[in-house]
């Protein structure tokens, strides 16, 4: 009767654990066309510069998943629905055109944009009255003369977001965090002064 009275215990203990672990996936779907800032020290580098996609490197720790947050007993693995890195080239490529600049193939480019992802992290926490998102995201890019094969510019840039609601917040909330901590990082790489300084000696 012990025994019995234990395995039964052990399976309530497993199946309790269990349910405290959730999946989340994320569309990952930033509106690159309404954030992403059109006047920006990426503007003022005349005439435009023909970038293209290069290189991808993700130097995550587990780059099985998105992220994963705990909030209280419960674990979230949150799963992205495309490739982060897709979502990064997209907003850098929405970032250049509306710089005046273009996004290009690789063979008909200038500068060859490389990336690596270096960190990307989300989270929600409750509160007496309010539940609050968090997310993040780093990444680091080298900008590559394609004639000459000589880096012209590297920098590591960081996107946050944070951001609450009263009493009620779902996963959506957490997400839309995530968007906008992404679209944050872009235009963090568009208001880099230096990077602009560096790309204008390649127009001397």
């Not at 909330?173 to 560096?198: L, Q, R, T, Y």
Request: proline share 1%; hydrophobic share 45%.
């Amino acid at each position: 009767m012990k025994r019995s009275t234990s395995a039964v215990s052990v399976i309530a203990l497993a199946v309790l654990v269990a349910a405290c672990t959730h999946t989340v996936t994320f569309k990952l779907t930033p509106d690159f066309g309404a954030g992403v800032s059109k006047q920006t020290a990426l503007s003022q580098v005349q005439p435009g510069i023909k970038f293209a996609r290069g290189k991808v490197a993700d130097k995550r720790a587990d780059i099985s998943k998105l992220s994963t947050f705990k909030q209280g007993v419960h674990t979230f693995n949150v799963f992205g629905a495309r490739p982060i890195e897709e979502v990064v080239a997209e907003g850098l490529g929405k970032l250049f055109t509306s710089s005046g600049h273009e996004w290009v193939d690789a063979s008909a480019a200038e500068v060859r944009v490389d990336l690596q992802i270096l960190s990307v992290n989300t989270g929600r926490n409750a509160g007496f009255v309010t539940v609050g998102a968090s997310s993040g995201i780093q990444i680091k890019l080298d900008f590559v003369d394609v004639k000459t094969s000589q880096t012209l510019f590297s920098e590591i840039y960081n996107g946050k977001d944070e951001r609450e609601r009263a009493m009620v917040g779902t996963m959506s909330m957490v997400e839309e965090s995530m968007n906008a901590a992404i679209v944050n990082c872009i235009n963090a790489v568009g208001k880099d002064s230096d990077f602009a300084k560096a790309l204008k000696k390649l127009r001397a």
